[in-house]
């Protein structure tokens, strides 16, 4: 049984695309589940995300058999209707919401309902129920009142989680955390396994590179079997966006990024790669309609107001780029074209949103949600100069423009928190760098990766070189994990939460250092960090860490 033409019609065009998105019920009509013979069909989880003061986005997704070569998650093609649940508390004795909505085999049989009429600034729990199937239990948040008083926030950010270089162990300390809310930045998935660094547990038969929905549906069940990823979902509402591995390494607007074959560098064949990347991803996290994708277009770039305190903006710098200039996003030594001032990285209509949103919002802290490196990075601690094209080092009028009209507009707090690198930075971000005297206008703090890279190590000769080159970079560390960010109306405090290893699970976490910025002060400083670890050996590595375009 399928969902009819005619049953859609009922609903007019915008009901028909909240049931075909998973955000809603067809009415009346109920969709019986299989039988969950032996099966458990919420393998991957659920989630949250996206809170607003009245309500947020459930997730989860119908997946008994989640490595099925198919990619279908072992579940037929009929409809199925999935309800939930929203308590006040974890037993369910005081329910405040209950709905349904439809998982269909053209989302893989995930849903995606908005739940409303909740109260402001308040936790609750939520569970789904697919025949006689029910889900594990999720807690959630509803966002503040804009304008309304808030002494504090608390959130956690994280990116990049390639699988075959570590376990996820950050996610189970960062569940234990209290937060308020959890930005990811990017690289949830890896497109292509990369190398193997963890030990005793064997990666599922998937193929070396995604390419097709099939593909890429896999490689989010790859990532959702690991437990940690799971509880951390389950435990706060999350504002995710995308970076490269998402869909290729260092894909740039229409351009592929560099492909191995040239059937792959078509633009044709890119955006069907991309279409499928984007339903992936749709399929896999807590958005909402808004961004369902449209073929090879998705709309992710947003912004979240947290009462008086903050405002959060999440930033695409992905889909409306120019191409990288000198190479595809590499060190280089002499690039002129990184001034050109037609290249952007996010595209003029979404700057001028961006430029807009900071410069009329009332809110305290100005948080952006970044993907690469936006402080001038240069990586020669020489005369010369050695710069990544990739990052916003490689879109230098795009960033003169934000920064620019950021401090001609008194945009005081202006705070980037940034992925991709796989270290942990704390930076002074200048106005412009065309002379030393350019006045620091915000500051980035940017986390390393949960697992990608290995398992690290404090300091290595990247970070010397930075720090050595570069007088805004504060701090270094080379290490996994993510960061933790308090606010309050005096000050935006970063602890840098660091695990010794990834390629074992039970690694410990600790703070290996805090940075904090304070209200008015454009820049950062140093809060707190104990004595480095002695090194008692070096061993010699070979990374690709050192490059701004990590994998």
């Not at 998973?22 to 991957?44: E, I, K």
């Not at 339903?279 to 309609?289: D, S």
Request: aromatic letters at 10%.
């Amino acid at each position: 049984m399928t969902l009819s033409r005619r049953q859609l019609l009922r609903f007019g065009a915008a009901g028909s695309a909240a049931v075909l998105a998973g955000a809603a019920a067809a009415s009346s009509c109920r969709f019986r589940a299989p039988h969950w013979v032996g099966g458990d069909p919420f393998t991957l989880g659920v989630a949250s995300g996206d809170p607003m003061p009245d309500g947020v986005v459930l997730w989860t997704r119908l997946a008994p058999d989640p490595f099925d070569p198919d990619g279908l998650g072992g579940m037929p093609l009929a409809p199925v209707t999935v309800e939930y649940e929203v308590a006040h508390d974890e037993g369910f004795r005081d329910v405040v919401a209950r709905g349904s909505a439809v998982a269909t085999h053209e989302l893989a049989h995930s849903v995606h309902p908005k739940v409303n009429g909740l109260e402001p600034d308040r936790w609750y729990f939520y569970r789904f129920r697919a025949g006689t199937a029910v889900s594990p239990i999720g807690r959630t948040r509803t966002a503040p009142r804009p304008g309304t008083a808030l002494a504090r926030m608390r959130f956690a950010f994280a990116s990049c989680q390639s699988w075959g270089y570590g376990y996820f162990t950050a996610y189970e300390h960062m569940a234990a955390e209290d937060l308020d809310l959890v930005v990811h930045l990017g690289d949830y998935i890896y497109e292509s396994a990369w190398v193997e660094g963890r030990q005793g547990n064997t990666q599922p038969d998937l193929p070396d590179e995604a390419f097709d929905l099939r593909d890429y549906r896999l490689r989010y069940a790859q990532a959702k079997a690991e437990a940690p990823l799971r509880t951390a979902h389950a435990a706060f509402p999350w504002l995710v966006t995308m970076d490269d591995h998402e869909v290729h390494d260092n894909w740039a607007g229409n351009y592929n990024g560099p492909a191995f074959d040239i059937v792959h560098r078509l633009p044709g064949m890119f955006r069907q790669r991309r279409a499928a990347a984007f339903q992936a991803l749709y399929e896999h996290q807590p958005l909402r309609i808004a961004q369902m994708p449209s073929g090879p277009n998705m709309l992710l770039h947003r912004r979240y107001a947290f009462g008086d305190l903050a405002e959060i903006t999440m930033l695409d710098t992905r889909q409306y780029r120019s191409r990288q200039v000198c190479g595809d996003g590499n060190l280089v030594a002499s690039c002129p074209e990184r001034y050109d001032p037609d290249r952007t990285i996010l595209g003029a209509q979404q700057r001028d949103w961006l430029i807009n949103g900071l410069t009329s919002s009332p809110a305290r802290w100005q948080i952006l949600g970044n993907q690469v490196s936006m402080a001038h990075s240069d990586y020669d601690p020489g005369p010369g100069e050695s710069m990544g094209t990739d990052g916003w080092d490689g879109y230098v009028a795009d960033r003169n423009r934000l920064l620019g009209a950021a401090s001609a507009r008194g945009v005081d707090n202006l705070v980037v928190v940034t992925g991709d690198r796989h270290h942990n930075y704390a930076a002074d971000l200048r106005r412009d760098y065309s002379t030393a005297d350019s006045p620091v206008v915000a500051t980035e703090f940017t986390g390393t990766s949960i697992s990608s890279g290995g398992d690290g190590e404090d300091m290595n000769a990247t970070g010397s070189d930075l720090l050595a080159a570069n007088p805004d970079y504060k701090f270094f560390n080379c290490q996994r994990g993510y960061v933790r960010v308090e606010l309050d109306h005096r000050l935006c405090q970063a602890g840098f939460r660091v695990v010794p290893y990834v390629h074992r699970p039970g690694a410990p976490i600790s703070t290996r250092a805090e940075y904090v910025v304070r209200d008015g002060i454009p820049g950062t400083v140093e809060a707190w960090r104990p004595e480095p670890p002695v090194t008692l050996t070096v061993k010699p590595t070979i990374s690709n860490d050192a490059l701004p375009s990590n994998h």
